[in-house]
């Protein structure tokens, strides 16, 4: 195989590739761009004008979807797949895959918007590089833009996988993408309703993608994702990347569950509490009434909501941070 096919053997020993540019035998270009960022471009032929831009490991210990690229990037080197699509893969946070953690210093997905801008340290020149390499890759003119940003979650979940799809005001959501991540296996997609500081947002509100977080499982330690079962992905992943993706139907959105978001949960100081156990799973449900979170100045977070549900309850981020959603359902009628 060739050496830039194995990105994450070089983004893990932090080495620089002698060779920055190889071609395969397809007679693909592959280029290695900077440590974790490689872009893949089909000869002009057979080219059919979509920019995919494939990121994980922005959190570093989030490792299905990074052994997931992984896979993708060998299969395209050795001549197993061949792309009709241009591509990006980005490994996020090198520093923090290579110690297994979620960051060093700092949360890369709280850096984008402009948010680095106002910090300092690896994390943030990080979220600005990224910034740099997506805007880049994204900025040749007429055609399509998707973005995939891959996750997996610290804690179990009520709905194994799901996407948040990211809000820019006057941009309706597209019916036809939620069908290709009902078919990528999503059984759920949360409806962004305001701006954020994540990567998919960035790429979404700045550089006009089609972008989502996806959420497919829980994190576990490199060798250690057997539980995570990312086989419709992968599939539909390889068509888009082929360009021979089955066509999707009218009914392609059954059984996808929609939610919008009803209140983010912000931590505000050190006495934040948030009232639920160690171990509540994403989804769970919350009655009329419960005490769901105190901070200080006698700010109580209530559930008022009908069908509110939590996800990503953390009440360890840094305050000024989320510290968990409240979702309510939605329904398809504001799609596009
Ligand atoms: O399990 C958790 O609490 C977090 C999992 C995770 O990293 N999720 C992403 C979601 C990004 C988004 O809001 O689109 C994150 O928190 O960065
Ligand atoms: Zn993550």
Same mark, same amino acid.
């Given at each position: 195989?060739?050496?830039?096919? $194995?990105?994450?053997?070089?983004?893990?020993?932090?080495?620089?590739?002698?060779?920055?540019?190889?071609?395969?035998?397809?007679?693909?270009?592959?280029?290695?761009?900077?440590?974790?960022?490689?872009?893949?471009?089909?000869?002009?032929?057979?080219?059919?004008?979509?920019?995919?831009?494939?990121?994980?490991?922005?959190?570093?210990?989030?490792?299905?979807?990074?052994?997931?690229?992984?896979?993708?990037?060998?299969?395209?080197?050795?001549?197993?797949? $061949?792309?009709?699509?241009?591509?990006?893969?980005?490994?996020?946070?090198?520093?923090? /895959?290579?110690?297994?953690?979620?960051?060093?210093?700092?949360?890369?997905?709280?850096?984008?918007?402009?948010?680095?801008?106002?910090?300092?340290?690896?994390?943030?020149?990080?979220?600005?590089?990224?910034?740099?390499?997506?805007?880049? =890759?994204?900025?040749?003119?007429?055609?399509?833009?998707?973005?995939?940003?891959?996750?997996?979650?610290?804690?179990?979940?009520?709905?194994?996988?799901?996407?948040?799809?990211?809000?820019?005001?006057?941009?309706?959501?597209?019916?036809?993408?939620?069908?290709?991540?009902?078919?990528?296996?999503?059984?759920?997609?949360?409806?962004?309703? $305001?701006? @954020? /500081?994540?990567?998919? @947002?960035?790429?979404?509100?700045?550089?006009?993608?089609?972008?989502?977080?996806?959420?497919?499982?829980?994190?576990?330690? =490199?060798?250690?994702?057997?539980?995570?079962?990312?086989?419709?992905?992968?599939?539909?992943?390889?068509?888009?990347?082929?360009?021979?993706?089955?066509?999707?139907?009218?009914?392609?959105?059954?059984?996808?569950?929609?939610?919008?978001?009803?209140?983010?949960?912000?931590?505000?100081?050190?006495?934040?509490?948030?009232?639920?156990?160690?171990?509540?799973?994403?989804?769970?449900?919350?009655?009329?009434?419960?005490?769901?979170?105190?901070? /200080?100045?006698?700010?109580?977070?209530?559930?008022?909501?009908?069908?509110?549900?939590?996800?990503?309850?953390?009440?360890?981020?840094?305050?000024?941070?989320?510290?968990?959603?409240?979702?309510?359902?939605?329904?398809?009628?504001?799609?596009?």
């Amino acid at each position: 195989m060739l050496a830039l096919g $194995k990105l994450l053997e070089l983004t893990l020993a932090g080495r620089e590739p002698a060779e920055k540019t190889q071609l395969t035998v397809e007679g693909v270009r592959m280029r290695w761009l900077s440590e974790g960022a490689l872009e893949v471009r089909p000869p002009e032929a057979r080219d059919n004008g979509l920019d995919l831009l494939l990121s994980a490991g922005i959190h570093g210990n989030e490792t299905a979807p990074i052994e997931l690229l992984d896979r993708l990037l060998h299969d395209i080197a050795r001549g197993d797949v $061949k792309p009709r699509a241009r591509i990006l893969f980005l490994f996020g946070n090198p520093e923090a /895959i290579r110690k297994g953690e979620r960051f060093v210093e700092q949360d890369v997905n709280r850096l984008f918007n402009g948010r680095h801008e106002q910090s300092s340290g690896s994390e943030a020149l990080r979220a600005c590089e990224l910034e740099r390499l997506a805007a880049s =890759f994204f900025s040749l003119p007429d055609r399509n833009r998707l973005h995939y940003d891959l996750h997996t979650a610290i804690r179990g979940s009520k709905i194994e996988q799901f996407a948040l799809y990211p809000w820019k005001e006057g941009r309706q959501h597209s019916r036809q993408e939620l069908a290709r991540l009902r078919a990528a296996g999503m059984e759920a997609v949360l409806l962004q309703n $305001k701006p @954020s /500081i994540v990567f998919s @947002s960035y790429t979404y509100d700045k550089l006009g993608a089609e972008s989502f977080t996806l959420e497919l499982g829980k994190a576990r330690p =490199f060798g250690q994702n057997d539980g995570v079962n990312i086989d419709l992905l992968e599939t539909r992943l390889k068509q888009i990347i082929e360009g021979n993706e089955p066509p999707l139907t009218d009914a392609a959105l059954d059984g996808l569950q929609l939610f919008s978001v009803a209140r983010e949960i912000i931590k505000h100081s050190d006495s934040f509490r948030l009232n639920l156990p160690a171990d509540i799973e994403n989804f769970s449900e919350l009655e009329v009434g419960y005490l769901l979170a105190e901070d /200080i100045a006698q700010t109580r977070w209530i559930i008022e909501e009908e069908g509110a549900r939590i996800i990503f309850p953390n009440p360890r981020v840094k305050n000024g941070l989320r510290a968990g959603i409240l979702i309510v359902p939605t329904t398809d009628e504001n799609l596009a």
